[in-house]
């Protein structure tokens, strides 16, 4: 099992830039998170699909986030435009239906100058 | 507003001590309770799960739980310099989420 695949591991971008965020969950896995720590704040929950559905989208500080799940295999957590305070590490999850076997991705360091 | 808090450190233990690692939460309805360990610059892993009052134990891992007192703890036994990491307290959402606390960072000096 490959587990939890995040892409790109390191980001670095402008102000004002686009930025998007790849997951891919582990095969068989109904549910998916997305979430970013800081020193400040912790592991902060942005957004979590269950069958490819978003549930609750709370945590997205901003209309400047969004995030899809086009299919099971794949989602994406887009930035525009991206501001140096969203400066973090982005963790992409994905687990069994209610929670088990939670598994992280390697994260993504975002960097905005 | 769901919250899990810790302290957050550093927490610094001589090699071989006993480290001892606190979590309270807020929801009262909370099942299920979780323990990751993250080395710096990698993502968090599980190290512990627990659901019952009690104690449960796994090698030099303790999770104990106290439902009534929302109170959730990790022991970690004959403490090695490799258990130098941060210590995240989870407990589960109505939805099968993760609520995390911010982390306890410990240090294992040989």
């Known amino acids: 099992d490959a587990g939890v695949i995040q892409s790109p591991r390191h980001e670095v971008t402008e102000m004002g830039q686009e930025v998007t965020l790849r997951c891919k969950p582990i095969?068989?896995?109904?549910?998916l998170f997305w979430y970013r720590q800081t020193m400040m704040r912790g592991l902060e929950l942005l957004i979590y699909?269950?069958?490819?559905?978003?549930?609750?989208d709370s945590g997205m500080p901003e209309d400047r986030f969004s995030a899809k799940m086009p299919n099971a295999s794949f989602s994406t957590l887009k930035i525009q435009p991206s501001e140096p305070r969203d400066s973090a590490v982005y963790f992409c999850?994905?687990?069994?239906?209610?929670?088990?076997?939670?598994?992280f991705g390697s994260g993504t360091r975002l960097t905005v100058v | 507003q769901k919250e899990v808090e810790q302290n957050s450190g550093p927490l610094s233990v001589p090699e071989g001590a006993i480290a001892s690692l606190n979590c309270t939460y807020s929801?009262?309805?909370?099942?299920?309770f979780f323990w990751y360990r993250q080395y710096s610059g990698k993502s968090p892993e599980l190290i512990m799960s627990?659901?019952?009052?009690g104690d449960k134990e796994d090698g030099r891992f303790t999770a104990q739980l106290n439902k009534a007192s929302q109170y959730v703890s990790l022991l970690i036994r004959d403490s090695q310099p490799s258990d130098s990491a941060t210590y995240l307290c989870?407990?589960?959402?109505?939805?099968?989420?993760?609520?995390f606390g911010k982390g306890t960072k410990l240090s294992v000096k040989p």
């Open positions: 989870a407990v589960r959402g109505s939805q099968g989420n993760l609520i």
């Open positions: 929801d009262r309805v909370s099942q299920s």
């Open positions: 999850a994905s687990s069994l239906r209610g929670g088990y076997g939670y598994t």
């Open positions: 627990i659901y019952s009052n």
């Open positions: 095969s068989g896995h109904n549910s």
């Open positions: 699909f269950n069958n490819n559905v978003p549930i609750d």
